[in-house]
């Protein structure tokens, strides 16, 4: 059983265009992640829930707004798409939030491969 | 400065080599630290964690240097398998979130 999955695996669309990405996971997890990887491969924060509520929500364009129905699941839609959104955005969770020093292992999902034409 | 910095590589080795590598992190109060391995298009996915000085499972050794701030990881008897890119990851400074390096690529030769 696939633990973090996510649709769609591939997005082409154009610029200017909203789109959203869905993730879900079947760990019993607490808290869940959205990443970008761009092109030079790092894997940046974009935000996270715990139980549902936003915890973490970095210096991300205001296009993208995240959504938890609940503690399963975590989207992401982004509006009025531009070329430098083009990139691998990876879902992942953890069993927990700690809001401290340490800090517990994230599982990731398969990945969304954005290209904005 | 990067929280976490590492060498991008790559490191070409033969099969049954032993490679080693390291990273650095920024946050002298981190706690958590974690390889992670990412294969070409595809997910990362932990390798090991690293809570203490150090640990071992099988082939590889993380050794983790408080003083110097440094992680690194060991991979004894390299299989083709092992190539990949390992990704370092530290807690942040300011508010513990994971911060990965941008990876170190690792190639194993027949």
């Known amino acids: 059983d696939t633990a973090v999955s996510q649709t769609p695996k591939y997005l082409v669309t154009q610029m200017g265009n909203d789109k959203s990405i869905k993730c879900e996971q079947n760990l019993g997890h607490d808290t869940m992640y959205w990443y970008k990887q761009d092109s030079k491969k790092f894997l940046k924060i974009m935000f996270s829930?715990?139980?549902?509520?936003?915890?973490i929500n970095e210096t991300v364009p205001n296009r993208f707004s995240p959504k938890s129905p609940d503690k399963a699941h975590l989207n992401l839609h982004i509006n009025s798409l531009e070329l430098g959104d083009s990139a691998v955005y990876f879902c992942?969770?953890?069993?927990?939030?700690?809001?401290?020093?340490?800090?517990?292992?994230?599982?990731f999902g398969p990945g969304t491969r954005l290209l904005v034409l | 400065r990067k929280e976490v910095e590492q060498d991008p590589g790559p490191f070409n080795v033969p099969e049954g080599a032993t490679v080693a590598f390291n990273c650095t992190y920024s946050?002298?109060?981190?706690?958590?630290f974690f390889w992670y391995r990412q294969d070409c298009r595809k997910e990362p996915k932990l390798l090991m964690s690293v809570y203490s000085s150090g640990n071992e499972d099988g082939r590889f050794t993380a050794q983790l240097n408080r003083a110097s701030q440094y992680i690194s990881l060991l991979i004894r008897d390299s299989k083709l398998s092992d190539s990949a890119t390992y990704l370092c990851v530290a807690s942040r400074s300011n508010d513990y979130k994971l911060s990965f390096g941008a990876g170190t690529t690792v190639t194993v030769r027949a």
């Open positions: 946050n002298s109060a981190s706690q958590s």
């Open positions: 829930y715990n139980n549902k509520e936003l915890i």
């Open positions: 992942a969770s953890s069993r927990r939030w700690t809001g401290g020093a340490f800090q517990e292992t994230q599982y």
